[in-house]
């Protein structure tokens, strides 16, 4: 698993609450990245980041934000969390420019009622 | 910008059948082309991936796939099917420039039949 911890890995919130969650790699690898897993629509990029303090929107941002103040965590918050983003998240690494592929944590189950 | 096609979201293979997994691509530069296995409850595994060179690669646990320009495609096989392949399989495609991200595909659950 490359040193990924995601947690906690499996929550139940209320609409309406906000909510954090966290990713943490032992390594210090620059890249990480957070996904959404839905049925039928695969793996969508969150948000991204690229340093500390360097993040970036990825492909279904809205409703979420991220902050990186340690190499190590990557933290997702959905402020005001909603049905829609009952969603089984994942947070993933790249171990270095050079490096192609991504190294992905086992996953937080999200459910918001 | 990248995108990504599975043909089929449910694959059904008989124990000791041919699998073949169908993806293709979409990239206005040339992709980084990756294959990922998820078992139950599970993250992503990387089965394989193409990036430059041969455009025939092997993965982990049989399965090879085979990069094809003219037809943007990168199909995964494996000869023989195995109960142990039953999960669900994802293609994704990224580009050799900035963060890299990856855009998959929508995945392709494979049943194994005994």
């Known amino acids: 698993d490359a040193g990924i911890t995601q947690s906690p890995r499996h929550k139940v919130t209320e609409t309406g609450t906000p909510v954090t969650l966290r990713c943490h790699q032992t390594?210090?690898?620059?890249?990480m990245y957070w996904y959404r897993q839905d049925p039928g629509h695969g793996l969508r990029l969150i948000h991204y980041?690229?340093?500390?303090?360097?993040?970036d929107k990825g492909e279904v941002s809205d409703g979420y934000s991220v902050s990186r103040s340690k190499t190590e965590d990557f933290l997702l918050t959905l402020e005001s969390a909603t049905s829609s983003q009952t969603s089984v998240y994942f947070c993933?690494?790249?171990?270095?420019?050079?490096?192609?592929?991504?190294?992905f944590g086992q996953g937080t189950r999200l459910t918001v009622v | 910008a990248q995108s990504v096609t599975q043909l089929g979201s449910h694959v059904s293979v008989s124990e000791g059948a041919l699998v073949l997994l169908r993806c293709n691509y979409s990239?206005?530069?040339?992709?980084?082309l990756f294959w990922y296995v998820q078992y139950p409850n599970q993250g992503l595994q990387l089965l394989l991936k193409?990036?430059?060179?041969?455009?025939l690669v092997k993965g982990i646990n049989g399965f090879e796939a085979e990069f094809k320009k003219s037809e943007t495609s990168f199909h995964l096989t494996k000869p023989s099917a195995h109960m142990s392949d039953a999960a669900e399989y994802f293609c994704?495609?990224?580009?050799?420039?900035?963060?890299?991200?990856?855009?998959f595909g929508q995945g392709t659950r494979l049943t194994i039949n005994p």
């Open positions: 994704a495609v990224s580009v050799a420039a900035g963060a890299q991200k990856l855009v």
């Open positions: 993933a690494i790249r171990t270095g420019w050079e490096a192609t592929e991504a190294f």
């Open positions: 193409y990036t430059t060179g041969a455009t």
């Open positions: 990239s206005s530069v040339p992709p980084y």
């Open positions: 980041s690229y340093g500390v303090k360097d993040t």
């Open positions: 390594e210090n690898h620059r890249y």
